[in-house]
């Protein structure tokens, strides 16, 4: 927050974009890269406040992934929330993600 923006993770570092998943995409997206991770922040950015650095690409089982080739603004963020985990082990997600 205190530096306006966010770069990615490593790994997005790494593939030269941060990767993102819409709403319908962001439970199997967790549940498949960031499972058991615990102390994470779900973010909501509409798609058309990052303009032309937002590219739409074909990945896993040929659906295709939001990937923003730019540091995320955090002025860019509608909402964020904690993602935490259930006594399951699986994040608990807000506003009606499930």
């Known amino acids: 927050l205190r530096a306006g923006s ?7 570092k790494a593939d030269g974009c941060i990767h993102f998943s819409t709403a319908a995409q962001s439970v199997a997206s967790a549940a498949k890269h960031r499972a058991g991770q615990d102390d994470l922040v779900l973010i909501e950015v509409p798609a058309e406040a990052l303009g032309p650095a937002l590219k739409w690409e074909v990945s896993r089982g040929g659906a295709s992934f939001p990937h923003l080739y730019a540091a995320l603004e955090v002025a860019r963020v509608a909402r964020a929330a904690p993602l935490k985990l259930g006594a399951d082990g699986r994040h608990v997600f807000p506003w009606g993600l499930a």
């Open 6 to 12: 966010y770069a990615g993770s490593s790994q997005d």
